[in-house]
């Protein structure tokens, strides 16, 4: 997990996340839905945000990923 929001509204977090696969975010979302229904989407880009996101935010991202 990168970042989580408590949010307002029918769902009450936001989550951030980076997975290795498909299959690595439905065995997460399994798990979730142990508490409750989840909802999920994935984000294809960030046109607006791209520019600003710095390249070790995402290094250490991945690395975290290594077993």
């Known amino acids: 997990?990168?970042?989580c929001w408590?949010?307002?509204g029918d769902n009450n977090f936001?989550?951030?996340?980076?997975f290795q696969s498909v299959?690595?975010?439905q065995s997460f979302?399994?798990?979730l839905g142990e508490y409750g229904q989840?909802?999920?989407s994935i984000v294809l880009d960030m046109p607006y945000?791209?520019?600003l996101q710095e390249p070790w935010?995402?290094?250490r991202a991945l690395k975290e990923l290594k077993p």
């Not at 936001?14 to 980076?18: K, L």
């Open 1 to 3: 997990m990168l970042q």
């Open 6 to 8: 408590n949010i307002t």
């Open 57 to 59: 935010r995402r290094q």
């Open 49 to 51: 945000r791209k520019h």
């Open 38 to 40: 989840t909802f999920s």
């Open 29 to 31: 979302l399994v798990s």
């Open 14 to 18: 936001v989550m951030a996340t980076v």
């Open 23 to 25: 299959k690595d975010l």
